[in-house]
C-alpha cells in the first residue's frame, strides 16, 4: 500500500509568481484534500476535491485553485504570489464519506521571497 | 461550524515523566475527534482517534485520550514520556458537512522532553 506522496520538497518562489504544486494519492483513495500550515499554526483547510470536482472549500482567495485528475491524484495552484503564502502546504488522501483515515504526505515547503 | 483550542502552545516535561495535552472543542452536530503527531519536516501521523463507544481511546506509540462530552474535551495523556516524543501535536475535530468530514485542526502543542 503506498502512502501519499507530495512534489516537489522545496520550492523558492518570487512575489507574484505562480506555483503548482502535486500529489499523489493513497491506493485505494478517492478523495484529495489540501492544507496550508503557516509557521507555528495548525493545518488550515483550503479544499477537497472528489470525482474531479471541488468538494469543499476553506477561507482561502480564489487564486487558490486546484485539480483532481482520473487516477485521483491532485495538483494545488497558487497564482499571484505573497509573502503570507510562504508555507508547508499538505495534501491528505481519504475515502469519500469515511470520517477517519486521512492520510497526509511529508509536505511541501514553500518560501515567496 | 466546529473549533478546536489547545490550551498549551508548549509543554516541557522530563524524561519518564507523565504528559497531559490539553484540547477542547465546539461544535453544533456530534464530531470525530483525533490527535495527530507531527515531527520535523514531516507530514502529519495519527496517533488516535474517537469515533464512537468507549470514551478511553488507546492510540500508538503508548498514548491514550479521554472524550468528555459533558466538558467537549479530548485531553491526550502519556504515563511516561521519551526522549523520541519530543514532536508537534495537533488536536482535530470532524463532523460531517456536504458528505464529507473535514477535520479542523488546533493550533499545535510542543512536546519538548529533556532528558
Known amino acids: 500500500e503506498t502512502g501519499v506522496t507530495q512534489s516537489p520538497t522545496h520550492l523558492i518562489k518570487t512575489r507574484g509568481q505562480q506555483v503548482t504544486l502535486r500529489c499523489s494519492s493513497q491506493s485505494g483513495h478517492n478523495t484529495v484534500s489540501w492544507y496550508q500550515q503557516a509557521l507555528g499554526q495548525g493545518p488550515q483547510f483550503i479544499f477537497q476535491y472528489y470525482r474531479e470536482e471541488e468538494n469543499g472549500r476553506g477561507n482561502f482567495p480564489p487564486r487558490f485553485s486546484g485539480l483532481q485528475f482520473p487516477n485521483y491524484s491532485s495538483e494545488l495552484n497558487v497564482n499571484a504570489l505573497e509573502l503570507d503564502d510562504s508555507a508547508l502546504y499538505l495534501c491528505?488522501?481519504?475515502?469519500?464519506?469515511?470520517?477517519?483515515?486521512?492520510?497526509f504526505g511529508s509536505g511541501t515547503r514553500l518560501t515567496v521571497v | 461550524a466546529q473549533s478546536v483550542t489547545q490550551l498549551d502552545s508548549q509543554v516541557p516535561v522530563f524524561e519518564e515523566a507523565p504528559v497531559e495535552l490539553r484540547c477542547n472543542y465546539s461544535s453544533s452536530v456530534s464530531v470525530y475527534l483525533f490527535w495527530y503527531v507531527q515531527y520535523p519536516n514531516q507530514g502529519l501521523q495519527l496517533l488516535l482517534k474517537y469515533l464512537s463507544g468507549s470514551t478511553l481511546v488507546k492510540g500508538i506509540n503508548g498514548f491514550e485520550a479521554e472524550f468528555n462530552k459533558s466538558q467537549t474535551s479530548f485531553h491526550l495523556r502519556k504515563p511516561s514520556v521519551h526522549i523520541s516524543d519530543t514532536a508537534e501535536y495537533f488536536c482535530a475535530v470532524s463532523a460531517l458537512s456536504g458528505g464529507s468530514y473535514i477535520p479542523t485542526f488546533g493550533r499545535g502543542t510542543s512536546l519538548i522532553v529533556h532528558p
Open positions: 491528505a488522501s481519504s475515502l469519500k464519506g469515511q470520517a477517519y483515515g486521512y492520510t
